[in-house]
């Protein structure tokens, strides 16, 4: 079975930094692209970043300069963001996708809050 697991949030000062992780296990399709999404209670969710399977990345405005998407393995991916504000307090979810629409999972989320 797919599972996918986020890690590495909590609760971080304004202008300090963390690093969240992504790891999928029990993947069967050939992964094209895995992102970083957040969302708040009431609100739409957000893309943030995501990364190829080449390698190639992609960032939403509100984070490009601050936060960095990266891997060390196929399917671990990493997301450090820095500078943060209480602006980017959310839930945060790790998306792993093929190249179909059948081929989507999603973690649990983690929360991260920014205190001022």
Partial sequence: QVHIV???GGGVQAGGSLRLSCLASGITFNVNV???YRQVPGKQLEFLAQISSGGITD???S???RFTISRD???TVYLQMS???VEDTAKYFCNV???WK???YWGEGIQVTVSS
Avoid: R
């Fill in 102 to 104: 059948k081929d989507s």
């Fill in 34 to 36: 895995i992102g970083w």
């Fill in 59 to 61: 960032y939403s405005d």
């Fill in 63 to 65: 984070v490009k300069g």
């Fill in 6 to 8: 986020e890690s590495g």
């Fill in 83 to 85: 500078s943060l504000t």
């Fill in 73 to 75: 393995a196929k399917n």
């Fill in 97 to 99: 996708a093929g190249i």
